[in-house]
């Protein structure tokens, strides 16, 4: 079964083993709304997910490719798009479908984060969220891939824990010739997933002692 997701004026649904929004997708819908997206501005949703911040872009004008490599996704994704009357172009894919030589005044991305024990690939729906020994596995490339996903003057919006190392991506879209920053940052509770790996973290150096919250951060990377 679907379940239903409440967020300020998108009625969404998730369906099974799609990650449904949390407090991370809300600090990007406030990034995106901040950001001034209007008519005819081009986005990408990397890594869709319901589609939450692709039909938030398409509300406002904007023409939206929405990319998710998990097919529960991609078909929570036009669901959405569908029930909430906006036009998103959906496909299934990874980073390199999703550029494809195309550039975007927007590219809006909640990449898996979440540092993970072992080396062996995320299956089923931890997929949406492990990424790694150190959380960066998809950060990275990501970072790495901005300067030709973006057009003149266009926008990177990510949101990630500060447990995958802020400095280390201000630091890495530098260097790609970004100008990147850090334009919002919340304090959650420790979710489920972290606290089922709370010894490791904390062995792994990731956490501190008692420490019950983790900090999200949203990072705002430009094209020069």
């Known amino acids: 079964m679907s379940a239903e997701i409440r967020l300020p004026g998108l009625p969404l649904v998730a369906l099974p083993g799609v990650y449904t929004p949390q407090d991370d997708t809300r600090l990007l819908l406030r990034a995106l709304e901040r950001e001034g997206v209007r008519a005819g501005s081009t986005v990408l949703?990397?890594?869709?997910?319901?589609?939450?911040?692709?039909?938030?872009?398409?509300?406002?004008?904007?023409?939206?490719?929405?990319?998710?490599?998990?097919?529960?996704?991609?078909?929570?994704?036009?669901?959405?798009?569908?029930?909430?009357?906006?036009?998103?172009?959906?496909?299934?894919?990874?980073?390199?479908?999703?550029?494809?030589?195309?550039?975007?005044?927007?590219?809006?991305?909640?990449?898996?984060?979440?540092?993970?024990?072992g080396s062996r690939p995320a299956r089923a729906a931890a997929r949406a969220w492990d990424a790694g020994r150190d959380g960066r596995l998809?950060?990275?490339?990501?970072?790495?891939?901005?300067?030709?996903?973006?057009?003149?003057?266009?926008?990177?919006?990510?949101?990630?824990?500060?447990?995958?190392?802020?400095?280390?991506?201000?630091?890495?879209?530098?260097?790609?010739?970004?100008?990147?920053?850090?334009?919002?940052?919340t304090a959650v509770p420790l979710g489920p997933v972290l606290r089922s790996r709370y010894a490791w973290l904390r062995r792994e150096g990731l956490l501190s002692p008692a420490q019950e919250t983790e900090e999200l951060v949203i990072i705002r990377a430009e094209q020069r």
């Open 45 to 117: 949703d990397l890594g869709s997910g319901t589609g939450a911040l692709a039909v938030a872009a398409a509300r406002y004008g904007a023409q939206v490719t929405a990319v998710d490599i998990a097919w529960p996704a991609v078909l929570s994704t036009r669901l959405n798009a569908w029930l909430c009357r906006r036009r998103v172009r959906v496909h299934r894919g990874d980073l390199a479908t999703a550029l494809d030589g195309r550039t975007f005044d927007v590219l809006v991305t909640n990449p898996p984060y979440v540092p993970a024990p």
């Open 138 to 185: 998809h950060i990275d490339r990501i970072c790495d891939a901005a300067p030709r996903a973006l057009r003149p003057g266009g926008v990177l919006l990510m949101v990630h824990s500060a447990l995958c190392g802020t400095p280390a991506t201000l630091a890495r879209l530098t260097s790609a010739g970004l100008r990147a920053t850090a334009i919002d940052r």
